[in-house]
């Protein structure tokens, strides 16, 4: 098992990536192969000076950054030498299995599109965010933000995805999924949410148990929860701001804290062939970190396997 990091990409890289990867070793005692993708001496005088050791790790040194502000199409064309598109050069010959970024969301974006490809089937892949439950529980919402616009059908197959994930990251044995919703009954909605309806309450993969509203997000009532790009940003940034008004409260609310991005890492991009996690920009240690662990933990339990013979 071969993990690929971009060690260049985020506001403070490269050495809170260097620093989560101090956090992943004291943390696992089975760590994966790392390949370290950025500038090689910036690396390796950062590794020399957190004191990590050069076991599990290979760097790969790159010539080019693509930035946060640079158009994602063109700085993959046009910085070829760079980690963003070195690592999905890697990631498509076979040389690492999962690649993670906290750099250029839209590079991330294209770069798993147009270099691994979709699973079988799959009309759009799909993005999804961990929603903690008031219960002390977590569920999943997908998509949130890589398809603003979408047909029934491909809210249907997130909803396959999504149950996949739940089932074998999170760890619930029957998730419920449900679809959002501005009421809670059969025939409310948009255009979009009266045609899914249906399709999601006959597909056999999935347990749906209908709608949901907003106001259900955050408590017990659905373990994967679907909706179109456009209305799962919102929610996404929405549920990112209770963190950080927390924050500026001077509040300590153990639900609350659970809205930290950095518990999770990064986002994992659904139904594409291998995992690729999109970080934060401003992704710490911690960040880094668990986004190597959902990475490694995606490829132990198969994931992409699994939604590939769901979805077939």
């Known amino acids: 098992m071969t993990i690929g990091i971009d060690m260049m990409g985020g506001d403070y890289a490269p050495l809170e990536a260097v620093k989560g990867l101090s956090l992943y070793f004291q943390s696992t005692g089975t760590p994966a192969s790392l390949l370290l993708l950025g500038d090689q001496t910036t690396i390796e005088n950062l590794l020399d000076e957190e004191g990590i050791s050069r076991d599990h790790l290979t760097i790969v040194g790159t010539e080019q950054v693509i930035d946060m502000d640079d158009s994602p199409t063109r700085a993959l ?15 498509a010959s076979g040389k690492m299995d999962a690649f993670i970024s906290a750099g250029n969301t839209g590079a991330m974006l294209v770069g798993t599109l147009f270099t691994i490809k979709a699973l079988e089937g799959v009309i759009r892949p799909a993005i999804s965010t961990i929603v903690p439950k008031v219960s002390g529980g977590s569920g999943i919402l997908l998509d949130v933000g890589l398809n603003a616009d979408c047909k029934p059908e491909q809210l249907n197959q997130f909803a396959i995805m999504g149950n996949v994930y739940a089932q074998l990251i999170l760890g619930v044995e029957k998730p419920r999924v449900a679809l959002i919703n501005v009421g809670e009954e059969e025939g409310k909605g948009n255009l979009l949410a009266q045609s ?3 399709l999601l309450k006959e597909n056999k993969h999935i347990h749906f148990i209908g709608n949901i509203e907003g106001r259900d997000l955050l408590m017990d009532k659905a373990d994967v929860m679907v909706c179109e790009g456009f209305t799962g940003n919102i929610l996404l940034k929405m549920a990112e701001s209770l963190y950080e008004v927390g924050r500026m409260r001077n509040l300590d609310d153990e639900f609350f804290n659970r809205f930290n991005f950095e518990n999770y890492g990064g986002t994992p991009v659904l139904g594409v062939a291998k995992p690729v996690i999109i970080g934060h920009g401003i992704s710490g240690s911690l960040a880094f970190s668990n986004m190597i662990k959902l990475a490694q933990l995606m490829l132990e339990k198969k994931v992409m396997e699994k939604m590939k013979e769901e979805l077939s």
């Open 77 to 91: 064309k046009e910085k070829p030498k760079s980690s963003i598109a070195v690592g999905f050069q890697l990631l």
């Open 196 to 198: 899914a309806y249906p």
